[in-house]
């Protein structure tokens, strides 16, 4: 009797070993992966999260680590290598790409397909188009792009730029910014600040950049990666792309599920808010197409061109910056 349960506990303990090794052979088969966000979690990064939490990089083969940039920003992080991926947007690529030393980083896949950027201003100031920005005040990031983009349509809109009055300030509190005349108007994002406004019952005026100009429709998020990056593994960075496209790709079916799934991971966020942001971006996350990540070379290129005749670049940059051909088909 000793020896058969003798045999019997070294069968148990093989298979053990054996599931153990499979288990840990796995586990070491995943590509370790990090992202690092532009931001705080929002929105936006809703198809990272839901790719991570429904297994679609463990799938495609990846550990993937989502994290919050550091103070230099994603660019400089993805562009050393201390992340394989980041979040960032065409506009400010721009200094990375032209300094003195460029940052390695290129645009692999746009997040959503259209400038959802615009201005934002109190409802009983009645500033309702660009060109009705004079005589009252702009928050401004002091950044010569933003500062070129903004004269540029107030000009086209018949207004005069030098009777804007320039508030260099870091907003973040728009709603009470904007109630206690700190600021007259500032540049937001619709799916966050103008949701906010909705939710809270705030009556506010906004119009956004890509109505006056096809120029402002840049891609504005973008996941990068570097060069480097793209050389030396072009299969992991197909494997990321496509898993987070099916991440992507369900919440624009379920924005209540993928409103869940970010408020789990960053449970800070306000809930309501969150809800109401999925579902208006259940509509922006893909092409007319039905495809996450597509980016038109010749809207970028459009946007770099506008750079240039304006005399913020020394050189067309063209589609510097964009690395096509990595986006499942």
Same mark, same amino acid.
């Given at each position: 009797?000793?020896? *058969?349960?003798?045999?019997?506990?070294?069968?148990?303990?093989?298979?053990?070993?054996?599931?153990?090794?499979?288990?840990?052979?796995?586990?070491?088969?995943?590509?370790a992966v990090t992202v690092v966000l532009d931001w705080?979690?929002?929105?936006?990064?809703?198809?990272?999260?839901?790719?991570?939490?429904?297994?679609?990089?463990?799938?495609?083969?990846?550990?993937?680590?989502?994290?919050?940039?550091?103070?230099?920003?994603?660019?400089?992080?993805?562009?050393?290598?201390?992340?394989?991926?980041?979040?960032?947007?065409?506009?400010?690529?721009?200094?990375?790409?032209?300094?003195?030393?460029?940052?390695?980083?290129?645009?692999?896949?746009?997040?959503?397909?259209?400038?959802?950027?615009?201005? *934002?201003?109190?409802?009983?100031?009645?500033?309702?188009?660009?060109?009705?920005?004079?005589?009252?005040?702009?928050?401004?990031?002091?950044?010569? *792009?933003?500062?070129?983009?903004?004269?540029?349509?107030?000009?086209?809109?018949?207004?005069?730029?030098?009777?804007?009055?320039?508030?260099?300030?870091?907003?973040?509190?728009?709603?009470?910014?904007?109630?206690?005349?700190?600021?007259?108007?500032?540049?937001?994002?619709?799916?966050?600040?103008?949701?906010?406004?909705?939710?809270?019952?705030?009556?506010?005026?906004?119009?956004?950049?890509?109505?006056?100009?096809?120029?402002?429709?840049?891609?504005?998020?973008?996941?990068?990666?570097?060069?480097?990056?793209?050389?030396?593994?072009?299969?992991?960075?197909?494997?990321?792309?496509?898993?987070?496209?099916?991440?992507?790709?369900?919440?624009?079916?379920?924005?209540?599920?993928?409103?869940?799934?970010?408020?789990?991971?960053?449970?800070?966020?306000?809930?309501?808010?969150?809800?109401?942001?999925?579902?208006?971006?259940?509509?922006?996350?893909?092409?007319?197409?039905?495809?996450?990540?597509?980016?038109?070379?010749?809207?970028?290129?459009?946007?770099?061109?506008?750079?240039?005749?304006?005399?913020?670049?020394?050189?067309?940059?063209?589609?510097?910056?964009?690395?096509?051909?990595?986006?499942?088909?």
């Amino acid at each position: 009797m000793k020896k *058969i349960l003798s045999l019997i506990l070294c069968v148990i303990l093989a298979f053990s070993f054996a599931g153990c090794g499979t288990q840990q052979e796995s586990e070491e088969e995943l590509t370790a992966v990090t992202v690092v966000l532009d931001w705080t979690p929002n929105t936006n990064h809703s198809g990272l999260y839901a790719a991570l939490e429904l297994g679609y990089f463990e799938e495609a083969g990846l550990d993937v680590t989502i994290e919050q940039p550091p103070e230099d920003g994603a660019e400089a992080l993805v562009a050393s290598g201390g992340a394989q991926f980041g979040i960032s947007f065409q506009d400010t690529m721009v200094s990375a790409l032209t300094a003195d030393e460029p940052l390695d980083i290129v645009a692999v896949a746009a997040v959503v397909q259209h400038n959802l950027s615009g201005i *934002i201003s109190r409802g009983d100031k009645e500033i309702t188009s660009f060109d009705k920005l004079e005589g009252h005040s702009y928050a401004t990031w002091g950044i010569p *792009i933003e500062q070129a983009i903004m004269k540029d349509c107030v000009e086209k809109s018949g207004g005069n730029w030098d009777n804007v009055e320039l508030i260099d300030t870091y907003v973040q509190d728009v709603m009470t910014a904007l109630d206690t005349d700190m600021i007259d108007s500032v540049w937001v994002y619709e799916y966050w600040d103008v949701i906010m406004a909705q939710i809270a019952g705030y009556d506010y005026n906004y119009f956004d950049f890509k109505s006056l100009d096809e120029a402002f429709d840049y891609y504005t998020p973008v996941v990068i990666t570097s060069e480097a990056y793209l050389e030396e593994n072009p299969e992991t960075v197909k494997a990321f792309l496509a898993a987070a496209a099916k991440g992507y790709e369900y919440c624009a079916a379920n924005p209540e599920e993928a409103a869940e799934i970010l408020l789990a991971a960053s449970p800070e966020l306000d809930g309501d808010m969150v809800k109401a942001s999925a579902e208006f971006m259940a509509n922006e996350y893909l092409d007319e197409n039905g495809s996450w990540g597509t980016i038109d070379s010749e809207r970028w290129s459009r946007f770099y061109t506008w750079l240039y005749e304006m005399g913020l670049t020394g050189t067309e940059l063209g589609t510097t910056g964009l690395a096509e051909g990595y986006l499942p088909q």
